[in-house]
């Protein structure tokens, strides 16, 4: 995380009720901590695309590890801590790859990719963490840690939680996959890690969760299952990931839960299935003694690659009508709530929801 006076950034992001005249205001506490999240990011690609000009590896080279999220990290800057989906393995070998379809792979350089963006957390919950086996998944967390970035997820090899800090405030992050999550006994693994944080004197705890039903622009139950269970066992926002397409969001009983992000950074696809995505900005209130008072939402739309002919790996915010059709996409899933709409120069700025009472 770095900090540094850019007015307009603030007054357009972090600030939107001064700029907003559609939307909501932005809720006023003692203590608030601003969290970015973004959806699926694969910083590598297949083994058919390593040395195609048109793969991830080839813009690397000729752009350099800044070039990912140079249009969004102003907005990554600006926040208290930005969490991405790693979706795949830093490793520089290609032994140990998985007998699957797709393995995502970038060299274990290319984790420094996160810091340079001002991307400081990253949920490896999901199932490309261990394309390269327990030595690429090894690599992986070595990697992030000797670049300063955490990572928090449960999978066979790792189990890691994380808390952030800021003014006192902590709030817990856990996430999982939801193949793992089915396993016998994993329940209980992951159910630990939420009593963990809760232990930590976490205030807040957010729950990574993939799963779903790829290119569905609808969730579907198991994605619900999982949540629920999640939110029994104690996380109050929940965001999901997989599909690689946006879905819905639902509030309820004081917490959101996203259905999927989609695709943002995704270097595993050199053409572009779907262009819409979205930046989920939470602002999260707090009395003077920690206490949880709620959080607000800013859906802020941007699409995964800044051309249309093929994915360019770079994603890039979007206005008008483009902005427009990104917010109707995640109204299109979602039940008994009408969005907020989006403002030019702010997002979608929703109202803001109070604490569970429960």
Request: net charge negative.
């Amino acid at each position: 995380m770095r900090r540094f006076v850019l007015l307009p950034l603030i007054l357009l992001f972090l600030l939107p009720s001064l700029a907003c005249a559609e939307g909501a205001e932005l809720y006023q506490a003692p203590k608030q901590i601003v969290i970015t999240f973004a959806g699926d990011c694969t910083l590598g690609c297949t083994p058919l695309e390593r040395e195609q000009p048109t793969g991830f590896e080839s813009y690397i080279a000729q752009y350099g590890l800044e070039y990912p999220f140079a249009k969004v990290r102003h907005i990554f800057e600006a926040d208290d801590l930005t969490v991405v989906n790693l979706e795949g393995t830093f490793y520089d070998y290609e032994a140990n790859r998985a007998k699957k379809t797709y393995t995502f792979r970038g060299p274990t350089e290319y984790a420094k990719i996160l810091p340079l963006s001002s991307i400081e957390a990253v949920s490896i919950g999901n199932n490309h963490a261990l394309d390269y086996g327990a030595a690429g998944q090894e690599a992986t967390l070595r990697a992030l840690e000797e670049n300063n970035v955490a990572w928090f997820g449960t999978n066979e090899y790792a189990n890691g939680t994380y808390i952030f800090e800021k003014d006192g405030v902590k709030i817990g992050f856990v996430s999982a996959y939801i193949s793992y999550w089915w396993g016998a006994g994993n329940s209980a693994i992951i159910k630990q890690c939420f009593a963990d944080l809760k232990a930590a004197g976490c205030s807040l705890i957010v729950a990574c969760i993939h799963g779903g039903v790829e290119y569905d622009l609808r969730h579907d139950t198991n994605q619900e299952k999982m949540a629920n269970a999640f939110i029994r066992y104690g996380a109050d926002i929940v965001i999901g990931h997989h599909p690689h397409t946006i879905q819905g969001l639902r509030v309820e009983n004081g917490r959101t839960t996203l259905w999927s992000m989609g695709n943002f950074s995704f270097g595993g696809n050199s053409q572009v299935r779907t262009l819409n995505t979205y930046l989920a900005q939470f602002t999260f209130s707090f009395d003077e003694s920690n206490a949880y008072l709620g959080h607000q939402l800013n859906l802020i739309p941007a699409h995964v690659s800044g051309t249309t002919e093929r994915n360019n790996y770079q994603p890039v915010l979007v206005t008008g009508k483009e902005a427009d059709d990104v917010i109707r996409a995640i109204q299109y899933d979602v039940k008994r709530l009408k969005l907020r709409p989006y403002v030019e120069g702010v997002g979608a700025l929703q109202d803001f929801v109070p604490a569970p009472t429960d």
